[in-house]
């Protein structure tokens, strides 16, 4: 029992990215405004990015940047491990700016739609479409 104590306050971190990511499927899927459905997304988003981010973190590691690679030096062997992996975190940086742009246009199709129907609710929108 203990052992198991100890491995969830070890990985605190994902219980919380795991946290986020069903709090924004929850909203994703069970409420009925579109702005909170967005908002949703938006934390779901946030979850997966902050996932990938804390599962790239090398203990002990330093940034890719070769401080003697020309010159005298440069039979210096290098080790990998010694570095940190910036391509996941390049990614999250482009996936940032694809949730910003996404977030965007889903709230500018909100105002849309709001615009149209005179609500956010689905089901009234839902009622109004299956009158036409």
Known sequence: MT??????????????YITLMMIGLYAIIAKNNLVKKIVGMNIF???????YVSISVKKGATIP???HGHG??????????DYINPLPHVLMLTAIVVGVATL??????????????????EDKILAQIREK
């Open 72 to 81: 005298p030096d440069a039979h210096h062997v290098v080790h990998a491990v």
């Open 45 to 51: 988003q946030t979850a997966i990015i902050l996932f």
């Open 104 to 121: 965007g246009v889903a709230l500018a199709l909100a105002i849309r739609v709001y615009n149209n129907y005179n609500t956010l609710e």
């Open 3 to 16: 052992d198991l104590i100890s491995m969830v306050v070890a990985k605190y971190n994902y219980w919380i």
């Open 65 to 67: 940047i070769l401080e």
